[in-house]
C-alpha cells in the first residue's frame, strides 16, 4: 500500500488522539469493514504513515480504541467518590457510566456495540466492570443489600446502563426520557436486593444531587 508523505507538525500525543478519535468515528457510522488506514488519514488530514508510526498498522488501531474507550470509562468511574453511604456511591458509578458514554459516542459504540477482535481483545475493559462488582460488594458488606453475587447485581446494572444508553444514542429515548427511564429502574432494583424504598430513593438523590 502506497504512503502518503503529508507533513504533520502536531504533537505525537496530539496526532495519536486524533486518529483514535477518527478511526472510532468511522466505525460507529459507517462500521468496521469501511476503516482503513488511508480513510482515516484523510479525516485527520494527516499521513497513512502516521497510522504504522503510532499503532503499527490497522489491527493495531482498532485495539487501540478499544483500550481508549475503556481507558476513559474506568478514569471516569475511578473518580466516584466513596462516601458513608455505598448506595449513593453505586447510583453515581452509574452516573458516571451514563456521562461517559453520552460524552464518548462514537467510543462508546466500538467499545460495547461491535464485536473484538480477538479472544484477548475480549478482556479487555474488566477493570472498569471491577468497579461496579465492588460497588455492589461495598453495598452487600454494609448489609443495605441482602447477600447476593455482586458480580450477578453487577451484571444486572450494568446491562440496565446499557440499554438505556442505547435507545438514547439511537434517538429512540430523549436524554430526559432515558436519565428518568434509568433512574427509576435504579429505584426498582436496589429495592428488590435489599434496601428499602425509602433508603433506596434517599441514596439515590443524594448521589444524583452531589452532580
Avoid at 497513512?48 to 503499527?56: C, E, K, N, P, S
Avoid at 460497588?135 to 458488606?141: H, L, S, Y
Avoid at 434517538?171 to 435489599?194: D, N, V
Avoid at 424504598?197 to 444531587?209: F, H, K, L, N, Y
Amino acid at each position: 500500500m502506497a504512503m502518503s508523505s503529508v507533513t504533520d507538525d502536531r504533537p505525537a500525543s496530539d496526532l495519536a488522539a486524533a486518529l483514535l478519535e477518527a478511526a472510532a468515528h468511522v466505525i460507529a457510522t459507517d462500521g468496521p469493514q469501511r476503516l482503513t488506514v488511508r480513510r482515516v488519514a484523510d479525516e485527520v488530514g494527516t499521513s497513512t504513515m502516521a497510522v504504522y508510526t503510532h499503532f503499527g498498522g490497522m489491527p493495531g488501531l482498532r485495539q487501540a480504541v478499544r483500550r481508549e474507550g475503556f481507558a476513559r470509562l474506568s478514569a471516569r468511574l475511578a473518580a466516584v467518590p466513596k462516601t458513608d453511604d455505598p448506595i449513593a456511591d453505586l447510583a453515581l458509578l452509574g452516573l458516571a457510566y451514563y456521562e461517559n458514554a453520552t460524552t464518548n459516542p462514537d467510543l462508546y459504540r466500538v467499545v460495547f456495540m461491535e464485536e473484538p477482535l480477538s479472544d484477548a481483545d475480549a478482556v479487555i475493559g474488566s477493570e472498569a466492570f471491577q468497579f461496579l462488582v465492588d460497588g455492589v460488594q461495598r453495598c452487600i458488606t454494609s448489609d443495605m443489600f441482602d447477600d447476593a453475587d455482586p458480580v450477578d447485581l453487577a451484571t444486572q446494572l450494568w446491562a440496565l446502563g446499557h440499554g438505556g444508553v442505547t435507545l438514547q444514542l439511537a434517538r429512540l429515548l430523549s436524554p430526559e426520557q432515558a436519565a428518568g427511564c434509568l433512574l427509576g429502574a435504579l429505584l426498582h432494583l436496589f429495592t428488590s436486593y435489599g434496601a428499602g424504598p425509602d433508603v433506596a430513593r434517599r441514596s439515590i438523590e443524594t448521589g444524583v444531587s452531589a452532580r
